[in-house]
């Protein structure tokens, strides 16, 4: 593993070794164990887009691994001014030892890869968003011990989150199926992708894709970059929530994930959403679990 741009860039084997470290690490945090494996490592964070957990997590992670992080917003960095990311990716390798990146376009992180010499995160993209997934396929594992025979299913867009998703979920063995509106399926590579290594389903009816689900997953219809559509979304993803009657299709004892930040009454009902906050908070605790076995995969 050189860096972490997308899922589909880990094999199965790769994503159960983050997800086995992540379990390690968690377990001896919660038993006052620390490791300094990355004593003096300095990782670079740059924000294009707000972040609540990412940043938070990512920076806490590099404090309790013993390095150090750098909150770089682009309202600050060169790069808001339209300086290349080439060489911005050449300079900070010379400073940094890897550089964790939020932004819009998929190729900027995969041109950072590219021109700079230090492992890069992808931190979130509007095409994927990978430490997010490793978080969820974590929680999912701590919640059903296991992946096996498991149904995953996702209602709503097919956005960043589910093409992620889509690829998590088959490569640990889980069926996928989406139920999102026509024009809002996830990205065509991507499920054709998925579809040669599991069982994808894209369907209409949110009811169906819950139908017999272990885990029931939503996100925002609206996401980053995407304000100036939340009208028109709104209208398309009416009946697109995950309430009631879409928890009455799925498995009694299904759980539900939401990567946050999330809109009750939208994606979601409040109901809904409070009966499952256990899971969906340590869900978001994972994020710095997982996150801090993928930073000591890459950097140390
Ligand atoms: N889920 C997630 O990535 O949250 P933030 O946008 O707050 O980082
Ligand atoms: N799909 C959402 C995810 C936020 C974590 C967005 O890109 O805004």
Redesign the pocket.
């Known amino acids: 593993m050189k860096h972490l741009l997308k899922l589909a860039d880990l094999s199965r084997e790769e994503i159960f070794s983050v997800l086995n470290l992540a379990d390690q690490l968690k377990y001896e945090r919660a038993n006052g164990v620390h490791h300094d494996y990355l004593k003096g490592k300095k990782l670079g964070m740059i924000f294009q ?1 707000s972040s609540t ?2 940043r938070v997590s990512f920076e806490v992670g590099m404090y309790e691994l013993g390095g150090y992080a750098l909150f770089l917003s682009d309202r600050d960095l060169q790069i808001g001014r339209g300086e290349p990311i080439e060489d911005t990716a050449r300079v900070l390798s010379r400073y940094l030892d890897g550089v964790m990146i939020r932004t819009f376009e998929q190729k900027e992180v995969e041109d950072f890869a590219r021109y700079g010499s230090i492992p890069v995160i992808n931190g ?1 993209t ?1 095409y994927c ?1 990978p430490c ?1 997934v490793l978080a969820d396929l974590m929680t999912v594992r701590e919640y059903k011990g296991s992946f096996k025979g498991l149904k995953f299913c996702f209602i709503g ?1 097919g ?3 589910a093409n992620s998703l889509m690829v998590g979920a088959v490569r640990t063995g889980m069926r996928f199926s989406i139920a999102c509106p026509k024009g809002y399926e996830p990205d065509a590579n991507v499920t054709a992708l998925a579809r040669q290594a599991g069982d994808v389903e894209i369907v209409r009816d949110p009811a169906e894709a819950a139908k017999d689900a272990d885990i029931v997953y939503t ?2 219809w609206a ?3 995407q304000e100036e559509e939340r009208e028109k979304r709104c209208k398309a993803f009416a009946g697109y929530c995950v309430d009631a009657n879409v928890m009455a299709a799925a498995k009694k004892d299904a759980m539900v994930l939401h ?3 999330a809109h009750r009454g939208e994606e979601i009902t409040a109901d809904v959403f409070e009966a499952h906050a256990e899971e969906i908070f340590d869900e978001a605790e994972n994020r710095l679990h997982a996150q801090k076995a993928v930073l000591c995969k890459l950097l140390k």
Request: proline share 5%; net charge negative.
């Open positions: 887009k957990r990412t979130l509007d968003h997010q867009d956005n960043n989150m996100d925002v996401s980053m970059g990567c946050l930040p």
